[in-house]
Nanobody
Framework: QLQLAESGGALVQAGDSLRLSCAASGRAFSSYPMGWFRQAPGKEREFVAA????????YYADSVKGRFTISRDNAKNTVYLQMNSLKPEDTAVYYC?????????????WGQGTQVTVSS
């Protein structure tokens, strides 16, 4: 069982930077691939970024590639999302997730989300 708690969401201006954190409690955090997703009002939840258990392999949505960086610190049971050059279209609730196996799905472990609002 794994519990996830996101933090770091805020209201910022376009062009600003923000770092989200996701703290995990439970066993074997380091064995899980981790990901960040987001959901804007009226839209479906979408993939943002993910990384494997060691952090050596990372994956990004095209919309954030070159601006966002995902990383993890297994000693601290935490995964991060560094967001630079933020745009109004990045406004969403951001969720972190731990992949329990297979494709990302509702069966994975999910946090409650943190709000990011980017004003123009």
């Amino acid at each position: 069982q794994l519990q996830l708690a996101e933090s770091g969401g805020a209201l910022v201006q376009a062009g600003d930077s923000l770092r989200l954190s996701c703290a995990a409690s439970g066993r074997a955090f380091s064995s899980y691939p981790m990901g960040w997703f987001r959901q804007a009002p009226g839209k479906e939840r979408e993939f943002v970024a993910a990384l494997n258990w060691s952090g050596e392999k990372t994956y990004y949505a095209d919309s954030v590639k070159g601006r966002f960086t995902i990383s993890r610190d297994n000693a601290k049971n935490t995964v991060y999302l560094q967001m630079n050059s933020l745009k109004p279209e990045d406004t969403a609730v951001y969720y972190c997730a731990a992949n329990a196996g297979g494709d990302w799905s509702a069966d994975d472990y999910w946090g409650q989300g943190t709000q990011v609002t980017v004003s123009s």
